[in-house]
């Protein structure tokens, strides 16, 4: 079954998907990979991002700001 839609914001600015303007995600967590540390089989250890997903055309939106909060959305 899919994940239930989220929607997101940055303080008082709420996230829209840059394509569509639906204001529906799926989320998951991102890895930031760089060539040097999966040269050094360190990937792991590469800073990672929340990814949006927008629920009405799928365009993928990345943010590493700590700040993005997520909120239960009803599609």
């Not at 929607?7 to 709420?14: K, S």
């Not at 089989?41 to 997520?70: M, P, R």
Request: hydrophobic share 40%.
């Amino acid at each position: 079954m899919a994940k239930k839609p989220v929607r997101a914001a940055v303080g008082d600015i709420r996230i829209t998907c840059q394509i569509c303007g639906s204001e529906h995600f799926r989320d998951r967590s991102v890895l930031l990979n760089s060539s040097g540390m999966e040269f050094m089989k360190l990937a792991w250890a590469n800073e990672s991002a929340t990814g949006l997903i927008c629920w009405q055309c799928g365009y993928v939106q990345l943010f590493a700001n700590q700040d993005l909060q997520l909120y239960r959305g009803d599609a």
